[in-house]
């Protein structure tokens, strides 16, 4: 298979909820598997210092208002299917709710922090009168690396240099003209991912519009202006799917490089440029997988969860699939990447929270600005900054 086709299918999948939380619900869930939830004495948690930070505070999906680690990973328990992977938490009901409220009433949860090089990590162990569990989740959010009963290891599967694509393929320059040749028909699979991503994304950016989630980010936006420009629209539809789903929204969403913010940002904001500009689906499509591989380039010499806020990266390649839709070169192209990351990289990542939504509305800002000065050919010197 073209490895860009390759990267897409690995980094683009659905989601439900804030990405950390539920990937302590899907270990939980894996945990709870084997004996159950009967004849618990103790859960231990351990997580790396990047999976606290997401993960704290977020609400998580399905839980009406409920928040953090021990709600997570509990849940995932009592009311997850570890089948649905990254929508664990599908199926979650109010009795889940009340039998979650029960045993955290308990106080047999405790959360630590591991500190490990995989930013990427969570444990949990499940201490039962007459067995222990121990599942391991690692470098991906749905990758479970070990799984241990009592002192037998009877899932071993870590992540070695074989089981990563090759991403030394990926530049402005080779994402640009795999894009320019792609016959999207010879790729059924990548076709109907990137058709999914337009509607399950599209669907939380208006639930957020037509509810009350969160703070309100996109409507708050939407509403500040009597004639809104198709650059507003984009940024209010953008920052409303976040409002949803950091507020708990039950929808899933198209993830890119781990993240449903991220996902969100490098699609929304070309869709809408394209339906008020009656762009043809090809072209949509097209632009939309330029976005989504500009975005996983810049991610991945971050790294999946970091400090840098990676919706940064999603707008500037929100705003070259914009661009290429326009007719944009590719130097112009390059102009947007750089003009957006000097400017707005500085964003600081302070976990998964409602002001994710802002976040992205202030990196779409500037990118979009980006993208007016590179209509212009004006860009950064690149000595400067982060360029």
């Not at 539920?22 to 990047?50: E, H, Q, R």
């Not at 849940?75 to 979650?100: F, Q, S, T």
């Not at 990137?194 to 939380?204: A, P, R």
């Not at 969160?214 to 940024?235: E, H, M, R, W, Y």
Request: glycine residues 6%; proline residues 3%.
């Amino acid at each position: 298979m073209n490895p860009f086709v390759r990267i897409l299918l690995k980094e683009m999948n659905l989601a439900l909820g804030c990405t950390e939380p539920i990937a302590i619900a899907y270990t939980g869930a894996v945990a709870a598997s084997f004996f159950g939830l009967n004849n618990i004495k103790k859960i231990d948690v351990y997580c790396s210092p990047s999976i606290i930070k997401n993960a704290h505070c977020v609400n998580v999906p399905n839980a009406k208002g409920r928040t953090g680690i021990k709600t997570a990973v509990v849940l995932g328990m009592i009311g997850g299917n570890p089948d649905y992977k990254l929508e664990v938490l599908r199926d979650v009901n109010d009795k889940h709710l009340e039998a979650v409220d029960q045993l955290l009433d308990k106080n047999i949860v405790n959360i630590y922090t591991k500190d490990t090089e995989e930013n990427l990590f969570v444990n949990v162990i499940i201490k039962y009168i007459d067995n222990t569990v121990s599942v391991l989740l690692e470098c991906m959010h749905d990758h479970i690396s070990q799984i241990k009963i009592n002192d037998e290891i009877i899932v071993d599967n870590p992540l070695n240099e074989k089981d990563f694509e090759d991403y030394s393929c990926l530049s402005l320059k080779n994402i640009y003209q795999f894009v320019k040749e792609l016959d999207l028909n010879n790729y059924p699979e990548l076709k109907d991912r990137i058709n999914l991503s337009i509607q399950v994304n599209s669907e939380i950016a208006n639930e957020g519009l037509n509810r009350n989630w969160g703070l309100k980010v996109g409507k708050t936006i939407q509403n500040s202006c009597n004639n809104p420009d198709v650059f507003t629209n984009a940024k209010a539809l953008t920052a409303a799917g976040s409002d949803a789903r950091m507020s708990g929204c039950s929808l899933p969403v198209m993830i890119n490089s781990g993240s449903g913010n991220q996902g969100i940002t490098a699609s929304i904001p070309i869709i809408t440029y394209a339906k008020e500009n009656n762009i043809p689906l090809e072209q949509l499509q097209k632009a939309l997988i330029l976005s989504n591989l500009i975005a996983i380039h810049q991610k991945h010499h971050i790294g999946k969860l970091s400090a840098f806020c990676g919706v940064v990266c999603s707008s500037a390649a929100a705003s070259c699939g914009i661009a290429y839709l326009m007719g944009l070169s590719l130097p112009q192209l390059e102009m947007i990447v750089s003009n957006t990351l000097v400017s707005a990289g500085g964003i600081l990542c302070d976990g998964a929270t409602p002001s994710c939504a802002l976040k992205i509305a202030t990196s779409l800002d500037c990118a979009f600005v980006s993208l007016q000065l590179a209509k212009e050919n004006l860009t950064f010197n690149q000595n400067e900054g982060l360029v």
